[in-house]
């Protein structure tokens, strides 16, 4: 069973910049998006940044300028950097991704199993 693993959370004070890496535990075919997700205590769980295998890049508003998502698709892994983080960016962030298990398997949705972010003021 194949699990993507993050990595690189942790507590920073405001201003302060954090790198997230998640990257799949065992063998696979293929990747197409990859993505993460962020769940702040009591809200639901949001997109943060997409990218895709043609490293085409998607945020939300609230995090553009300020975080860059990237991936290095010879490593199988993908990247959050985080710059000038805010308390509001406090909460747990999952990495996906679309993954092909083999070539004649389809791309499914796989999750990381969070890395807690805490952003204090």
């Known amino acids: 069973q194949v699990r993507l693993v993050e990595s690189g959370g942790g507590l920073v004070q405001a201003g302060g910049s954090l790198r997230l890496s998640c990257a799949p535990s065992?063998?696979?075919?293929?990747?197409?998006?990859m993505g993460w997700y962020r769940q702040a205590p009591g809200k639901q769980r949001e997109l943060v940044a997409q990218i895709s295998s043609g490293m085409i890049t998607n945020y939300v508003d609230a995090v553009k300028g300020r975080f860059t998502i990237s991936r290095d698709n010879a490593k199988n892994t993908v990247y959050l950097q985080m710059n000038s983080l805010k308390p509001e960016d406090t909460g747990v962030y999952y990495c996906?991704?679309?993954?092909?298990?083999?070539?004649?398997?389809?791309?499914?949705?796989?999750w990381g199993q969070g890395t807690q972010v805490t952003v204090s003021s």
């Open positions: 065992g063998s696979i075919f293929s990747i197409n998006d």
């Open positions: 996906n991704a679309l993954i092909k298990l083999s070539r004649s398997s389809n791309h499914y949705t796989h």
